[in-house]
């Protein structure tokens, strides 16, 4: 069993829509917990970092952390086609010296016009 | 910005090859790491390094090896290529200090034939 859970997708949305993406993990050490966006042909970028349970909004964006589940979530609210990318979760544990983390699989989006 | 560059954005080498891939990055980051894409699998993580001549494996190590003379640079040593080995290579970095907060290069695309 892998360490995160991921739904590849695609996931296609009308512009203007909710994104809704989740992640499941199986390890309760796991306690930093990131969503990375990557854009065809390019590397991840950082785009929200939480710690522990609860919420975190940025702007259109908006991560959710339930440990009690070990499900995270990401929101993306007024999608536009330039939210059109593969969106990946990754998580790391406290005890990790070097920050070593686990992605998901990335579930790619698809924001139409 | 962060920058972390990868010398090269697509590979085409044949089985039995020496390849190397580099990596730099520019913001001075501890730690430098290596992962290889893979479509449904997500990021796996190759080796690590979080000083000059340091290195951890990763959780796929076979088959590679990993080069750390300077801070700035990390290369990523194939040295007999396979089919198996044909794949998306991402670099990153972080600070010591901000240990889950990765950095990612664009990526070398690498075909073995």
């Known amino acids: 069993q892998k360490e995160v859970e991921q739904d590849p997708g695609p996931l296609s949305v009308p512009e203007g829509a909710i994104v809704s993406l989740n992640c499941t993990y199986s390890n309760s050490a796991f306690q930093y917990f990131m969503w990375y966006r990557q854009y065809s042909r390019k590397g991840p970028e950082l785009l929200m970092y939480?710690?522990?349970?609860g919420n975190k909004e940025d702007g259109r964006f908006t991560a959710q952390v339930d440990k009690s589940s070990k499900y995270i979530s990401l929101f993306i609210r007024d999608s536009q086609p330039s939210d059109s990318a593969t969106y990946l979760c990754a998580i790391s544990m406290t005890t990790d010296s070097w920050g070593k983390l686990q992605f998901g699989a990335g579930t790619q989006v698809v924001v139409t016009p | 910005d962060v920058k972390v560059t990868q010398s090269s954005r697509y590979l085409v080498k044949r089985t039995g090859e020496k390849v190397f891939l580099e990596c730099v990055q520019d913001m001075d980051h501890e730690n430098m790491f290596w992962y290889r894409q893979d479509p449904g699998l997500g990021l796996r993580l190759i080796y690590f390094s979080y000083d000059v001549k340091m290195k951890e494996k990763g959780d796929i190590p076979e088959g590679y090896s990993v080069s750390r003379e300077k801070k700035e640079r990390f290369s990523l040593i194939l040295e007999s290529a396979s089919t198996n080995q044909t794949s998306m290579y991402l670099c990153?970095?972080?600070?010591?200090?901000?240990?889950?907060?990765?950095?990612f290069g664009a990526g070398t695309r690498l075909s073995v034939l």
């Open positions: 990153a970095s972080s600070l010591r200090q901000a240990k889950n907060i990765q950095y």
């Open positions: 939480t710690y522990s349970s």
